[in-house]
């Protein structure tokens, strides 16, 4: 199903973003570019299982490459290095002279993509002695720059954490960083003190999650676009008047209900039982018997609604720890979910069901209808990568109204 416009996806992951733009039926992904094969075989899988492509056209559209290494990505001029490190003169992007090889002649409307947000996020930066200054994601931007400078679309979409907002990596504002470096290209973005008024919540979006992000979009100076304009027809698809819920999100899963005693299943530790009905991906994490416990007296109690504290009191007692923060949270039904982060493919101590019969964390099935995926899509991969690939991933349902948004001023303009 091809849309009208399109689009070249950057550090796509699993495909949050293409998924998005897809399913507004506006746009025809030309390229997607991954590092990690889990997600690179997801995405695949998904082109192929959803939208209409051939295995050969997925695996050739979904490119699995390192974007540091920009110039090579464009033309597919590799080095001896870099074929060394791929192992193959049969790789797609080898044999097509990259991206442009891939396109051809088309034509590319929209560059859409989010750099990894770690070296940005607050998060982060709090656990790192240099607060990420070091950390080469930092500079990852520069690699979006150049892409959007060899195809020039006419405009491009730019995701990341509000924490991008304060991050110096180098003693500059990345946020100025980045409107230098679009200004030399010929694009025009907000000035770097008015990007807070572009920091979207996905929960307008009928997103069941709290989840604020920067929606940094770029238009090309010699297209004479109103960029304001643009913003205000991606608002127009906000209802912030109507927010979804955990309970709308995950209420009609099967419940996962604790054994009475853990066992061993196929040499997996089991100690929920599996639901008659089976689900794709919604089988419960292994938690052992004073964890089930612990979150069942966790919502009982309602912590959530406890002092610090009270909460990092609850955890020390019961685990005999001595940690100096809280390490448990519940969703809870009538509101949305905290934000979904990769971090779940450690543990989901933060993400605990809220039906306190259940007592365990979500499953994955149950975190990616938290970031809006549909129920058919498939995550291959194991299960911590499987959560981290959802934790990373933009909400499906707000791709597609910056996708939405984006064509319909398309469309005005044309």
Request: net charge positive; proline share 5%.
């Amino acid at each position: 199903m091809k849309g009208k416009y399109t689009c070249i996806d950057l550090f796509a992951g699993c495909g949050g973003l293409s998924e998005g733009f897809l399913a507004s039926g506006k746009f025809h992904g030309l390229a997607h570019v991954e590092w990690e094969l889990p997600m690179v075989h997801t995405l695949r899988n998904r082109l192929e299982q959803r939208w209409e492509h051939t295995s050969e056209d997925a695996e050739k559209r979904v490119v699995h490459f390192d974007i540091q290494k920009t110039e090579e990505l464009i033309n597919g001029s590799w080095s001896d290095a870099t074929i060394q490190q791929y192992g193959t003169t049969n790789h797609p992007i080898l044999a097509s002279n990259g991206i442009k090889g891939i396109l051809g002649k088309e034509k590319v409307d929209l560059i859409i993509g989010g750099p990894p947000c770690q070296a940005y996020s607050i998060a982060g930066r709090a656990q790192d002695k240099n607060s990420m200054k070091d950390d080469y994601r930092n500079y990852l931007f520069e690699s979006f720059v150049k892409v959007v400078k060899a195809f020039e679309p006419k405009m491009f979409v730019f995701e990341n954490v509000p924490g991008m907002l304060s991050a110096e990596p180098g003693g500059i504002p990345v946020t100025q960083r980045i409107f230098d470096a679009f200004e030399e290209i010929g694009y025009e973005i907000k000035e770097p003190e008015e990007l807070k008024n572009v920091v979207l919540d996905a929960s307008h979006f009928r997103v069941p999650q709290k989840r604020r992000r920067v929606i940094l979009i770029g238009v090309q100076k010699k297209q004479k676009f109103n960029l304001e304009s643009v913003y205000s027809e991606i608002l127009k698809l906000a209802t912030p008047q109507s927010i979804a819920t955990v309970k709308d999100a995950i209420v009609n899963l099967p419940a996962l209900y604790p054994l009475a005693n853990p066992e061993k299943r196929d040499g997996k530790n089991v100690s929920h039982e599996n639901p008659k009905k089976k689900v794709l991906h919604h089988e419960a994490r292994y938690h052992n018997p004073r964890d089930v416990q612990a979150f069942r007296e966790w919502i009982m109690q309602r912590m959530n609604s406890k002092s610090s504290f009270e909460k990092i009191n609850f955890y020390n007692v019961r685990l005999n720890k001595k940690s100096n923060h809280a390490k448990y949270r519940n969703l809870e039904w009538d509101k949305p979910s905290p934000t979904i982060v990769a971090h779940l493919y450690k543990d989901g101590l933060m993400f605990i069901h809220p039906d306190e019969n259940q007592a365990r964390s979500i499953s994955v099935r149950e975190a990616a209808a938290l970031q809006s995926f549909p129920d058919d899509f498939t995550f291959l991969g194991s299960n911590a990568y499987q959560y981290k690939m959802i934790g990373n991933a933009v909400p499906v349902k707000l791709a597609k109204a910056v996708a939405t948004g984006v064509a319909n001023y398309l469309e005005m303009k044309s």
